[in-house]
């Protein structure tokens, strides 16, 4: 066999590899164009509405425009994530991915790693562009901060991290639910679900919200932090919490699921108990009733035998008449 | 070489591989032959560790696939060649794939010459036949330049001329000393492709043997003989322990006694004949007697 291959080596690898994957579909451009121009542009309406309301106040938070018009892309990158692992799921390509790279973890890892990098840029380009869009419009109305102002930068750092923490956070949902609506639905339901529940009277409104990811997001590039949830550092690590917690469960369904998408792998799932050793594994498995075999209940192995090579039109009477069409023209 | 030992894998109640125990050596195209669902394709996920057996084991090159590093470089393998982003080119696809294995440009674009796919290299897959799609496949095989090789049914969706092809292609990586193992459910294509035969059925081996032998051993082996005076032979064959059975245009079809001893037996009791013709059955019917008794009761199951 060949000398042994440094860890560091097969590591650029598989970031190489799935940095071609992400630069080789259009969906990566789309998606990046969309969580980039759409906060930008939010950001300078918000500033504008901002700026010709009566009473000439200073706003809430002259960083919150920034971070709000950033909770728009927060769904294209989340799509951006999720599509990573789903796409591969769902034409089988992960079969080819987990084959050439069987350390299913290298290939979670890799991926998180090259969409953060890729969204934590366009995160910082949209919270640097915005803020300044936003003083500039701000500033004639004397209403604007600078970004020489203690706390400023660090917030405006910290507002461009949204994007980043939500891309890997999809990232890891797409490989746990290995399908592009299921999971992009499951990203819209731990960022948006817990938000709503912030809503209910206080103190359990505050209680909830504190934990969310929107709000953990928010008072991490508050000027003016909300004094009923965490302080901002506190907050920071909820925010990195949930993309943390994400990839985790991922790590661990990832080598412990049958690289195979199919309705026999769903029943194997539900009736194996999760990280067995193979021994006792096969031990249970010897319990079961060979039902294979059983001519009684023979009919799931017998369904598989008999399921077509290809899809195609049913022969014989099946097949829909053709006649419609030529009452039609 | 591929060892498969006691491999089982189920899937919930469904058992698809029971229990099976084979080795692929190199030098031969091995063909891997079964009907729909008898359990190639898992076996041979399995033996990727795409997924984890039951019970058994499944070792390349005598260590398990999950422990492999780079492994490209000494497994190939063409599962399903429609798993693919529809959006990459060719050249993107080949090239991430090559790269999570340290392989560089070059040889990308060396096997998009030898798989002829150098023309449309940066046209996007969702155009792709499924014919292009299976030479791209191959191309991801032969990326490592591996000295173990596996197809999943490689010659679905291919012309005529993409399927000689294949054959030859298959029969030179053999011939070069690699270990070939190729699953089909076309028998006909077997015959011409294969050295070695692993027939299963219902997850189970029913035989591991040559494909020359397999036709031999068939119980449809039999001498068709035409002679005159028919009924007289008959008789005389049949005393020498042979089964005899007429067929419809007056031939008989002798199971049990060899040609030249038939044509002995004739001339020795001064019978003309006029026909004395060896048949072997094809493959498929050499298969088709392997495979019947589960194919039946798979058929009169509801």
């Not at chain 1, 299921?182 to 529940?197: E, K, M, R, S, T």
């Not at chain 2, 191309?139 to 969706?157: C, R, T």
Request: proline fraction near 7%; charged fraction near 15%; hydrophobic fraction near 50%.
């Amino acid at each position: 066999m060949t000398a042994p291959v440094p860890l560091a080596v097969r590591a650029r690898d598989v970031l190489t590899s799935e940095w071609t994957k992400l630069r080789s579909v259009r969906s990566t451009y789309w998606t990046l164009l969309v969580a980039v121009a759409t906060p930008i542009g939010i950001s300078a309406l918000v500033a504008v509405v901002l700026s010709h309301a009566p009473g000439k106040q200073t706003p809430v938070d002259p960083l919150l425009p920034g971070l709000i018009s950033q909770e728009y892309a927060v769904l294209a990158v989340g799509v951006l994530g999720v599509l990573a692992f789903s796409t591969e799921y769902g034409t089988g390509l992960i079969r080819t991915t987990f084959a050439a790279v069987p350390r299913r973890r290298a290939v979670l890892a890799a991926k998180a790693a090259v969409i953060g990098a890729l969204t934590l840029v366009a995160g910082e380009v949209v919270a640097f562009a915005s803020f300044a869009l936003v003083q500039a419009v701000l500033s004639g109305k004397h209403l604007g901060v600078s970004l020489s102002r203690p706390g400023v930068p660090g917030a405006v750092l910290a507002g461009g991290l949204l994007l980043f923490v939500v891309a890997t956070m999809g990232v890891g949902l797409g490989s746990i639910v290995r399908h592009t609506a299921g999971g992009i639905a499951a990203l819209v339901g731990l960022i948006f679900l817990p938000a709503i529940l912030g809503v209910l009277p206080a103190p359990w409104g505050a209680r909830i919200a504190r934990f969310t990811l929107l709000d953990a997001a928010r008072q991490v590039t508050a000027l003016h932090p909300a004094t009923d949830l965490f302080a901002p550092a506190a907050s920071l690590l909820v925010l990195l919490a949930w993309p943390a917690l994400t990839l985790l469960a991922a790590a661990f369904l990832i080598t412990r699921r049958d690289a195979l998408k199919t309705f026999f792998y769903r029943t194997a799932t539900r009736s194996r108990a999760p990280a067995t050793s193979p021994a006792s594994r096969a031990s249970r498995a010897r319990d079961r009733p060979p039902c294979g075999r059983d001519p009684a209940s023979a009919t799931p192995a017998s369904a598989i035998a008999r399921r077509p090579a290809r899809p195609g039109p049913a022969p014989g009477p099946a097949r829909p008449p053709k006649r419609v069409l030529g009452k039609v023209f | 070489m591929i060892e498969v030992d006691h491999l089982v894998k189920r899937f919930g109640a469904v058992t698809a591989v029971d229990g099976l125990s084979f080795t692929v050596r190199p030098g031969h195209v091995t063909g891997f032959l079964g009907p729909n669902g008898a359990g190639k394709t898992t076996t041979m996920r399995v033996i990727l560790g795409l997924d984890a057996p039951t019970s058994g084991t499944a070792r390349v090159n005598e260590k398990s696939y999950a422990g492999l590093i780079r492994p490209l470089h000494q497994v190939g393998a063409l599962l399903d060649a429609s798993a693919l982003h529809p959006g990459r080119t060719a050249t993107a696809h080949l090239a991430s794939i090559a790269q999570s294995n340290g392989i560089g440009r070059p040889r990308v674009a060396e096997m998009l010459r030898l798989t002829g796919l150098e023309a449309v290299a940066n046209r996007r897959l969702k155009g792709f036949s499924l014919g292009m799609k299976q030479r791209l496949g191959i191309a991801v095989a032969l990326l490592g330049d591996p000295p173990v090789l596996m197809f999943d049914e490689p010659v679905n969706g291919l012309d005529t001329e993409g399927i000689a092809w294949i054959r030859q292609f298959m029969r030179a990586l053999a011939a070069d000393g690699r270990t070939v193992l190729v699953s089909s459910h076309l028998m006909s294509e077997m015959a011409q492709t294969a050295d070695r035969l692993i027939v299963i059925g219902r997850g189970r081996l029913i035989a591991d043997t040559t494909t020359a032998q397999l036709i031999e051993s068939s119980t449809r082996s039999d001498v068709l003989v035409r002679s005159p005076r028919a009924a007289e032979l008959a008789d005389l064959i049949k005393a020498r322990g042979a089964t005899v059975k007429p067929e419809e245009d007056g031939g008989l079809a002798v199971t049990g006694l060899d040609a030249p001893a038939i044509g002995d037996l004739a001339a020795e009791h001064g019978i003309a004949v006029h026909a004395l013709i060896p048949r072997s059955p094809s493959l498929e019917e050499a298969y088709l007697d392997l495979t019947g008794e589960s194919t039946d009761f798979r058929a009169a199951t509801p």
